[in-house]
């Protein structure tokens, strides 16, 4: 669809190309608040398609929708519930160093209070597998620990 | 290229990006964490991650402590009841502005690591960067036996991470000590100051206990005494910003407010008395210029909204809130609520004319979009949550109990002594 030459920014695209190769579209407006991809833009020119080396096709469209309803002030508690519902630790892990990449401030927030949310209760050993740290504390020395703070132990999650 | 595979992307993560969403984890998941390896232990445990999860909890995760009273009647063998006690004990308990917002009508019971006797301490000297400061005292039989001396010691407490101090800052002295406690703003040191007044020297004794030093140093004298501090009132002060504040009058002896009758006093004479804990020096402030009145009960000074504020009935209809929305700057005292008690929708009987003496309120927080207050009525010893943007009110039952059976214990919460509180990870040491 045509522009008009005298139309604003926001109603402007910007096309940006994931690391697996796929294309996807962002209002201008939306792309200024990942300050990654504005910087690529001030480079590189808005007509050029950006490449995102570390982004891909899954979980840009993500982005792009809590983005678009960023730029019409939609974003509610219940949508930002909505958005994380589905999502497992996994997916909220990719999406998270996503955010990073992209500089993009308000996602990076918020799916940093979701992570913190997810492993509020959860069990060191689930932190342990999900962050891929090797446990390097003797059985007596962890004992200790644990004795320590043995209080915070209670109330934790099964593991799934 | 694939999409790297999730597990062994964090591998890769530098340590600034774990500390965005650890530094927003409450203090019991991350002690737990601490057992995570050696890392994460250290990690957490560095005092810049410490920082930083403190200045998150500040603004995430505001609470207040409330403290509450459990009294026990313990029956004695006499018939007569002559030989009945009464066993008293005090809990803090940490609870979040948040949730109180949302639930503000709830029982809580307070479990046995919030209780103040098993510490072997008396009551609180305040908070500060989520450490409490409580004190304890007792009898202390001395070589004369011209006054009755006390034997006070400190502990310092974090009820998140249930660490406590041994008993510091032990000193024996004159029985009336009043305790408060913060930090210096410009090292984070924390201190407390032990204040009394001297009624023969018309003066007060004022000493400061560094924590980092541990020793207790006089200092000087409040150039104006502080409301109450002679009487066996409450003797709050207000920690902010670095400095502990004191409402205070200017009188040839000290003012304390029931005693005295109000008629004698004029608004020139009100000051608030500061104490930079950094300096330990003395600052005194003058009061707003619109507060032309003195008013029928005893104005208060708190914080509100990240805001030095002081408050006071005006006459038997509003209620009055300054806010210094630059502290220290006269010019910057500014009318922040007139709130009038029908908009309260209060139903006291002011017709005998003594009610307005006795009646106060105490602004005690503001939510975090602040337009809800929580405002404290002496009349009905509760909490109401004042909406002033929309004029809604909502009152509040809160009941806390020390036991989950009902042992007969009379538990009553001090809504008067609630104060701003943070979770934090700050060690006591």
Request: net charge negative; proline share 4%.
């Given at each position: 669809?045509?522009?008009?030459?005298?139309?604003?920014?926001?109603?402007?695209?910007?096309?940006?190309?994931?690391?697996?190769?796929?294309?996807?579209?962002?209002?201008?407006?939306?792309?200024k608040?990942?300050?990654?991809v504005?910087?690529?833009?001030?480079?590189?020119?808005?007509?050029?398609?950006?490449?995102?080396?570390?982004?891909?096709s899954?979980?840009?469209?993500?982005?792009?929708?809590?983005?678009?309803k960023?730029?019409?002030?939609?974003?509610?508690?219940?949508?930002?519930?909505?958005?994380?519902?589905?999502?497992?630790?996994?997916?909220?892990?990719?999406?998270?160093?996503?955010?990073?990449?992209?500089?993009?401030?308000?996602?990076?927030?918020?799916?940093?209070?979701?992570?913190?949310d997810?492993?509020?209760?959860?069990?060191?050993?689930?932190?342990?597998?999900?962050?891929?740290?090797?446990?390097?504390?003797?059985?007596?020395?962890?004992?200790?620990?644990?004795?320590?703070?043995?209080?915070?132990?209670?109330?934790?999650?099964?593991?799934? | 290229?694939s999409?790297?595979?999730?597990?062994?992307?964090?591998?890769?993560?530098?340590?600034?990006?774990?500390?965005?969403?650890?530094?927003?984890?409450?203090?019991?998941?991350l002690?737990?964490?601490?057992?995570?390896?050696?890392?994460?232990?250290?990690?957490?445990?560095?005092?810049?991650?410490?920082?930083?999860?403190?200045?998150?909890?500040?603004?995430?995760?505001?609470?207040?402590?409330?403290?509450t009273?459990?009294?026990?009647?313990?029956?004695?063998?006499?018939?007569?009841?002559?030989?009945?006690?009464?066993?008293?004990?005090?809990?803090?308990?940490?609870?979040?502005?948040?949730?109180?917002?949302?639930?503000?009508?709830?029982?809580?019971?307070?479990?046995?690591?919030?209780?103040?006797?098993?510490?072997?301490?008396?009551?609180?000297?305040?908070?500060?960067?989520?450490?409490?400061?409580?004190?304890?005292?007792?009898?202390?039989?001395?070589?004369?036996?011209?006054h009755q001396?006390?034997?006070?010691?400190?502990?310092?407490?974090?009820?998140?991470?249930?660490?406590?101090?041994?008993?510091?800052?032990?000193?024996?002295?004159?029985?009336?000590?009043?305790?408060?406690?913060?930090?210096?703003?410009?090292?984070?040191?924390?201190?407390?100051?032990?204040?009394?007044?001297?009624?023969?020297?018309?003066?007060?004794?004022?000493?400061?206990?560094?924590?980092?030093?541990?020793?207790?140093?006089?200092?000087?004298?409040?150039?104006?005494?502080?409301?109450?501090?002679?009487?066996?009132?409450?003797?709050?002060?207000?920690?902010?910003?670095?400095?502990?504040?004191?409402?205070?009058?200017?009188?040839?002896?000290?003012?304390?407010?029931?005693?005295?009758?109000?008629?004698?006093?004029?608004?020139?004479q009100?000051?608030?008395?500061?104490?930079?804990?950094?300096?330990?020096i003395?600052?005194?402030?003058?009061?707003?210029?619109?507060?032309?009145?003195?008013?029928?009960?005893?104005?208060?000074?708190?914080?509100?909204?990240?805001?030095?504020?002081?408050?006071?009935?005006?006459?038997?209809?509003?209620?009055?809130?300054?806010?210094?929305?630059?502290?220290?700057?006269?010019?910057?005292?500014?009318?922040?609520?007139k709130?009038?008690?029908h908009d309260?929708?209060?139903?006291?009987?002011?017709?005998?004319?003594?009610?307005?003496?006795?009646?106060?309120?105490?602004p005690?927080?503001?939510?975090?979009?602040?337009?809800?207050?929580?405002?404290?009525?002496?009349?009905?010893?509760?909490?109401?949550?004042?909406?002033?943007?929309?004029?809604?009110?909502?009152?509040?039952?809160?009941?806390?109990?020390?036991?989950?059976?009902?042992?007969?214990?009379?538990?009553?919460?001090?809504?008067?002594?609630?104060?701003?509180?943070?979770?934090?990870?700050?060690?006591?040491?």
């Amino acid at each position: 669809m045509a522009q008009e030459a005298s139309s604003s920014t926001s109603s402007k695209t910007i096309s940006l190309k994931t690391g697996d190769g796929e294309i996807f579209e962002i209002e201008a407006s939306a792309a200024k608040q990942m300050k990654t991809v504005q910087r690529l833009i001030d480079d590189l020119g808005d007509d050029i398609t950006i490449p995102l080396h570390n982004v891909f096709s899954k979980e840009l469209p993500k982005i792009i929708e809590y983005y678009k309803k960023d730029i019409t002030g939609e974003i509610t508690k219940d949508f930002e519930a909505e958005f994380v519902k589905d999502l497992n630790d996994d997916e909220v892990k990719v999406l998270f160093l996503a955010a990073n990449y992209l500089d993009a401030n308000k996602l990076f927030e918020f799916l940093s209070q979701n992570i913190a949310d997810r492993l509020e209760s959860k069990s060191v050993e689930y932190v342990r597998k999900y962050f891929g740290v090797e446990n390097d504390f003797t059985p007596e020395e962890e004992s200790k620990l644990r004795e320590e703070r043995a209080w915070s132990f209670r109330g934790i999650k099964e593991d799934e | 290229m694939s999409p790297p595979s999730a597990s062994s992307s964090w591998a890769l993560v530098p340590e600034h990006l774990f500390t965005e969403f650890l530094s927003l984890l409450p203090v019991k998941s991350l002690l737990r964490f601490k057992c995570v390896s050696n890392s994460w232990n250290t990690l957490i445990s560095d005092p810049n991650f410490v920082k930083l999860h403190l200045k998150k909890s500040k603004s995430h995760n505001p609470q207040f402590t409330l403290i509450t009273q459990h009294i026990k009647d313990i029956k004695g063998e006499s018939p007569y009841g002559s030989d009945d006690e009464s066993e008293v004990d005090h809990s803090i308990i940490p609870y979040s502005i948040h949730s109180f917002l949302d639930n503000p009508s709830f029982t809580l019971f307070a479990d046995h690591h919030y209780l103040l006797n098993e510490k072997d301490c008396s009551f609180v000297a305040g908070s500060c960067n989520g450490l409490i400061c409580l004190y304890g005292f007792r009898f202390s039989p001395t070589y004369t036996i011209h006054h009755q001396t006390h034997e006070y010691w400190l502990r310092l407490w974090n009820p998140a991470t249930r660490a406590i101090s041994e008993k510091i800052g032990c000193f024996i002295d004159y029985r009336d000590f009043c305790f408060n406690f913060g930090c210096d703003n410009s090292t984070g040191t924390f201190k407390a100051v032990a204040s009394r007044y001297i009624p023969d020297k018309l003066t007060s004794d004022v000493r400061v206990f560094s924590f980092d030093e541990n020793v207790w140093r006089n200092i000087q004298s409040f150039p104006v005494v502080p409301f109450n501090l002679s009487g066996s009132g409450e003797h709050e002060a207000v920690f902010f910003n670095g400095t502990l504040n004191w409402l205070a009058v200017r009188n040839d002896i000290p003012y304390t407010w029931y005693r005295h009758h109000p008629e004698n006093l004029t608004v020139e004479q009100f000051v608030i008395v500061s104490l930079n804990l950094g300096t330990e020096i003395y600052n005194m402030y003058t009061l707003p210029q619109g507060f032309d009145e003195v008013p029928p009960a005893e104005p208060t000074v708190g914080v509100l909204g990240d805001c030095f504020c002081f408050s006071y009935s005006y006459k038997e209809t509003d209620f009055i809130i300054w806010q210094m929305k630059k502290f220290g700057i006269q010019e910057s005292w500014t009318q922040f609520l007139k709130i009038s008690y029908h908009d309260l929708q209060l139903n006291y009987d002011f017709s005998n004319g003594t009610l307005k003496y006795y009646l106060y309120f105490l602004p005690l927080f503001l939510s975090k979009d602040g337009d809800t207050l929580i405002l404290y009525s002496s009349q009905e010893l509760k909490v109401i949550l004042y909406n002033w943007r929309d004029h809604r009110v909502e009152r509040t039952e809160v009941e806390v109990r020390k036991t989950i059976i009902d042992d007969e214990t009379y538990n009553h919460s001090c809504w008067q002594n609630a104060n701003g509180f943070v979770e934090s990870l700050t060690s006591i040491c």
